[in-house]
């Protein structure tokens, strides 16, 4: 076995372990530290998938990082330009040769005698497992697995003559040119693959159980643009960042304060944009603005593929899979060359990782997580969980500055460990994601730490008071055992 010693170890090279990286190049510029990448390049999710139209669903002016301008105007980016963003950055900053690619952490042990974890990682290439040590660990693994998406049981599957593709799973050179196509779902997902398909499919058939709240949003931003002529890169950056930070936190504080008013104000929105020519019913959603995410239609794209006729909406549940479509409990029978389970994912934090201390398990469905970013009594680890809210990054940038604040607060004190102790009567029944009433949050309550009922074991969505409690709140505040 080859053992490598680092004195930080990021696991995974998407937004958060290259924000994590370049935090750390300025921030803590002595430390070693190596990312260790199960894939064969960068970018997570910006990686993996491939759907068409696959965009983001945050303005970029939020979702790229605070230290390197997002530039242009486009507000909504394409995978491939995220992508690119994301590899641009490592460049510029230089973590990108830290990265150690095809690498998948299977294990971390914590040793209390060496103070130090003891990472098991399996070589894509060899398939040779191979040791690496590391005096402070963090985890930028996202929030979902990366080899299976969610796809429900579907009665007569099998009977399907047609093809059945997964959104997470996309075949490289799929023809769908002339084809009829059924996406099932209204999430994220399915309202940027029904208007794309639309482009060159037969026809295409949403198919949900239950409406989504849309709200259309122009894909260029005409006022940055304006703002990108006569200001410098990063001063136009801070002012339109600011502004939709602003504008996005609104949106959901009066959600969760009016949510009758906002909910009024959305359907009215969707109502305009229909103008008539497709029932509400299909756009009326049966829980309030922001239980689930909003989802955005760019330029109104998916209203336009609906009143032209090139896709159509069902609001329906599925009785069964037939050989030439899908039937619905109503009896209606929706043809289908390509059925495509447009279903979520399945949600997983640690990449698959079942952390040990000394050992022993840690049960992560029995802890609570510290300031949102260190899981209690587990010593010497951050993990970078973004916002559901608003855009992942948001809470990127503030969570690294904390654990670089943390790791160079220790060095100053010349301590070694430093564990988050102290939330004994501080765990609720719910999860840390319990304010997302979505499926793929309810399948997954075993799996998720627990939501605190107080101090910093609760996970709050709100930028603003975790920019005070992660970049200014002294760090030692009695919660950190320090040795
Ligand atoms: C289709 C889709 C669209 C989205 N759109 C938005 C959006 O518009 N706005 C928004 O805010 N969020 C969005 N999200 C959430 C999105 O995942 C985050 O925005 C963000 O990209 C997550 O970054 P990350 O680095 O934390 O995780 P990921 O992007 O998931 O990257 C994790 C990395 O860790 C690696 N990894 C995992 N386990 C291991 C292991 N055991 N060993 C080694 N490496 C490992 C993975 O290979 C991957 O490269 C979207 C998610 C999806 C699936």
Redesign the pocket.
């Known amino acids: 076995m080859d053992e490598q010693h680092y004195d930080v170890l990021i ?7 290259i924000g994590m990286a370049c935090h750390l190049k300025k921030s803590c510029p002595h430390k070693r530290f190596a990312i ?4 064969q390049s ?6 993996l ?1 491939r759907y068409p139209g ?1 965009r ?3 303005d970029m002016f939020t ?1 790229g990082y605070k230290f390197r301008p997002w530039s242009g105007g486009k507000v909504l980016a394409d995978g491939a330009s995220i992508k690119q963003y994301l590899a641009k950055t490592a460049r510029e900053k230089g973590v990108d040769k830290h990265i150690h690619y095809g ?4 294990e971390a042990n914590w040793s209390s005698e060496d103070k130090c974890w003891k990472l098991i ?1 399996e070589n894509a290439e060899t398939g040779e497992l191979e040791t690496w040590t590391t005096n402070f660990l963090v985890g ?5 697995d ?1 080899d299976q998406g969610y796809m429900p049981d579907f009665p007569g599957e099998a009977d399907f003559k047609g093809q059945i593709v997964h959104p997470q799973h996309w075949p490289e050179h799929l023809d769908y040119t002339g084809k009829k196509v059924v996406v099932i779902g209204s999430g ?2 399915a309202i940027t693959l029904v208007p794309t398909m639309a482009e060159d499919a037969g026809h295409v058939t949403m198919l949900q159980r239950s409406p989504s709240y849309l709200m259309p949003l122009p894909s260029t931003d005409e006022i940055t643009l304006a703002l990108q002529k006569v200001l410098p890169a990063k001063l136009s950056y801070k002012l339109t960042r600011s502004r939709n930070l602003f504008i996005s936190r609104q949106l959901y504080k009066r959600s969760r304060k009016s949510p009758r008013a906002m909910r009024r104000l959305l359907l009215w929105i969707v109502k305009r944009e229909l103008k008539g020519k497709v029932d509400m019913r299909h756009f009326t959603p049966n829980y309030n603005p922001w239980d689930q995410r909003l989802c955005v239609v760019k330029d109104g794209d998916l209203f336009k593929a609906l009143k032209a006729g090139r896709a159509s909406i069902k609001t329906d549940h599925i009785d069964r899979f037939t050989e030439t479509g899908i039937r619905l409990r109503s009896g209606e029978e929706l043809a289908a060359d390509i059925i495509i389970p447009a279903t979520g ?1 399945n949600l997983q934090i640690l ?3 079942k952390p040990t201390l000394d050992g022993q398990d840690v049960v992560i469905k029995e802890k609570v997580l510290y300031k949102s970013v260190m899981v209690e009594g587990v010593p010497n680890a951050g993990v ?1 969980i ?2 559901t809210n608003a ?3 948001l809470k ?1 940038d503030i969570a690294c500055k904390y654990l670089c604040r943390l790791i160079n607060y220790m060095d100053n004190q010349q301590y070694k460990v430093a564990t988050p102790e102290g939330a004994e009567g501080c765990r609720s029944e719910g999860t840390m994601m319990d304010s997302l009433g979505a499926g793929y949050v309810k399948r997954a309550a075993d799996e998720l730490p627990r939501q605190g009922t107080r101090g910093p074991w609760r996970t709050v969505q709100d930028y603003q008071r975790d920019s005070k409690v992660l970049c200014s709140d002294a760090i030692d505040d009695g919660y950190l055992a320090f040795q």
């Open positions: 696991i995974g090279a998407g937004v958060s372990g260790l990448e199960r894939r960068l970018g997570g999710t910006w990686d998938f696959i983001s669903d945050s979702f690498l998948a952490v299977k990682a930028c693994t996202g929030y979902y990366y994220a997902t994912l990449g698959g990782i970078i973004g916002y855009s992942w990054t990127v």
